[in-house]
């Protein structure tokens, strides 16, 4: 009996030390795949570290791009009135537009003068296309100054909407410091131009040709009058007026922030 017992006991204590050993070994196993899974996850980190260096670097390149732009620009555009003789009739108080597309046109084209005589023919000769192409003499949208561009001059503008005003700014002096320019579709009135016939022109279309950072102004091209060569308007002013035509006159301020970038 004695026999059996001492037996059992000794297989009991084989069990058990056979049990430790094997646990013992296990977590050592177990060991090494925790440090590489905390590797792992410090790889990880670092990676994610480099990315948000990487992006630091690249949101300071942009900054520093916005502060290395000049002071002041303003691009050689050539400057005619929807007017030239100063015949405000119906069809020269309509021709906005036209006129600075003519505008847009001789800056891309690099042309030295442009004539009363020639401006004037250029106007005429572009309604006259309008008529035939839209059906009548209208105030345009943006869509479709950019039409008339292409099919009246073969050139291709594109559009921009804008709904920051601080980066909508900034967009329009980065532009134009490299020597691209904008057709700005206006709410006449809410340039406050002091030669324009009280109360101003509801809707209106103006070259935007530089900027003078240290005044916080626009400098514009502005067809409307014959004073308008190099017009400047304040930063806000510019902003305030931009609305692209909503289809009728009256409603212009609920027009969207959208206007025409010609670019060099």
Not at 169 to 174: A, P
Not at 194 to 202: A, H, Q, V, W
């Amino acid at each position: 009996m004695k026999k059996l017992f001492y037996i059992l006991l000794i297989f009991v204590i084989f069990i058990l030390f056979f049990y430790l050993v094997q646990n013992k070994e296990n977590k050592t196993e177990q060991g090494p795949q925790k440090l590489e899974l905390e590797s792992s996850y410090n790889s990880d980190s670092n990676e994610n570290n480099k990315d948000s260096e990487n992006s630091t670097e690249i949101n300071q390149e942009k900054e520093q791009k916005i502060i290395n732009l000049p002071e002041e620009h303003n691009n050689p555009v050539l400057f005619t009135s929807q007017a030239p003789y100063a015949n405000w009739d119906k069809l020269h108080d309509e021709a906005c537009e036209e006129a600075s597309i003519i505008m847009a046109y001789y800056y891309l084209e690099k042309k030295l003068s442009l004539s009363k005589k020639e401006a004037e023919d250029e106007i005429q000769n572009m309604i006259k296309f309008q008529e035939d192409y839209f059906g009548s003499h209208k105030d345009l949208t943006v869509s479709e100054i950019i039409d008339l561009s292409k099919e009246f001059y073969q050139q291709e503008f594109s559009s921009k909407t804008l709904t920051d005003k601080k980066k909508g700014l900034i967009y329009l002096k980065e532009n134009l410091a490299q020597e691209n320019i904008f057709i700005i579709p206006a709410a006449g009135r809410e340039l406050k131009n002091p030669y324009f016939k009280s109360p101003g022109p509801l809707y209106h279309a103006l070259v935007l040709t530089g900027y003078d950072e240290k005044a916080q102004e626009f400098i514009t091209n502005d067809p409307g009058t014959r004073h308008g060569e190099n017009h400047r308007y304040s930063y806000d002013i510019i902003w305030n007026s931009i609305h692209d035509f909503p289809g009728k006159k009256e409603d212009i301020l609920k027009g969207e922030k959208r206007l025409i970038l010609v670019e060099k």
